[in-house]
């Protein structure tokens, strides 16, 4: 399985961006996997910032809730990430897996 986030890009606090991980290769159980977002500030460690459950769990940590929400279209073999009102504190690189797979991340940049 090949994991492919795209999407990313600079804007000012306030804005908005969807970013998009799509899997390739052994797609066919798509479905049966959740899928996670992480992200990672510069100099700091990956966090988890929303999961694309089974059976359409979707959810987001406490810290960007009312601000991020997470989608997946299995036929698609994608899993969205929608992120409002953006603040400098969510610049980082952000990730998506499925188990231990990886995709290589995508940079999210908010100025000030």
């Known amino acids: 399985v090949q994991l492919q986030a795209s999407g990313g890009g600079m804007v000012h606090a306030g804005g908005s961006l969807k970013i998009s991980c799509t899997a390739s290769g052994y797609t066919s159980k798509f479905s049966a996997y959740a899928i996670g977002w992480h992200r990672q500030a510069p100099g700091k460690g990956r966090e988890l910032v929303a999961v694309a459950g089974v059976g359409g769990a979707l959810d987001v940590v406490a810290s960007v809730k009312g601000r991020f929400t997470i989608s997946r279209d299995n036929a698609k073999s994608t899993v969205d990430l929608h992120m409002t009102n953006l603040k400098p504190e969510d610049t980082g690189v952000y990730y998506c897996?499925?188990?231990?797979?990886w995709g290589p991340g995508t940079l999210v940049t908010v100025s000030s």
């Open positions: 897996n499925l188990l231990t797979f």
